[in-house]
C-alpha cells in the first residue's frame, strides 16, 4: 500500500490553516479569559500570536498591535515579563481556586497534589519580571 503524500504547495496551504484555526482557538480562549477569572487569557493570547505568525501576517499584526491584547503580548516577547497586575490577579485566582477547594472538602491527597502544582505556578509567575510597562506605570503613582 502506498500513501501519496499532498504536493508541496497543498502541505503548505493545509498547515496555514491549521495554524490560523489554531490560532482562532486559542484567541476565543483567551477572550473568554476576560471575562471567566480561572480561564487565563495572556497564555492564550501568547499561543495565538504564535499560531498567527506560522499563518497569517495580517492577524499576527493585528493582534500584537492591538491596544488592549497587544502590549502582555510584547511584554512577554522583550522581556519574559508579566505585568504586576496580572501576577495579583493570577496569585488572587490561585487563591481563590484553591479556598474553594478546601471549602469543598476535597481529599487531603488532591489538595496537596494541587497546593504544589499551585505554588510551582505562583513561584513561575513571580520570578518572572514586571516588564518596563508596569515599572512605568508603578513610577508615575509614586
Known amino acids: 500500500m502506498t500513501f501519496d503524500f499532498p504536493a508541496q504547495g497543498e502541505a503548505v496551504a493545509v498547515m496555514r490553516w491549521f495554524w490560523m ?35 497569517s501576517p495580517r492577524l499576527h499584526n493585528w493582534l500584537v498591535n492591538h ?6 503580548i510584547m511584554d512577554w516577547h522583550r522581556e519574559g515579563a508579566i505585568s ?11 487563591v481563590a481556586v484553591f479556598g474553594l477547594s478546601v471549602a469543598m472538602g476535597l481529599g487531603v491527597t488532591l489538595l496537596a497534589i494541587q497546593a504544589i502544582t499551585l505554588a510551582c505556578v505562583l513561584v513561575f509567575i513571580w ?14 503613582q509614586t
Not at 491596544?67 to 502582555?72: E, I, K
Not at 508596569?134 to 508615575?140: H, K, M, R, V
Open 127 to 140: 520570578t518572572r519580571p514586571h516588564g518596563a510597562r508596569s515599572l512605568a506605570t508603578t513610577d508615575d
Open 67 to 72: 491596544p488592549r491584547f497587544g502590549p502582555p
Open 21 to 55: 484555526a489554531a490560532g482562532f482557538t486559542a484567541l476565543i480562549l483567551g477572550l473568554l479569559g476576560v471575562a471567566l477569572p480561572l480561564l487565563p487569557t495572556v497564555p492564550f493570547l501568547l499561543l495565538a500570536a504564535f499560531c498567527f505568525a506560522r499563518s
Open 84 to 94: 504586576l497586575r496580572a501576577k495579583r490577579l493570577a496569585t488572587l485566582s490561585i
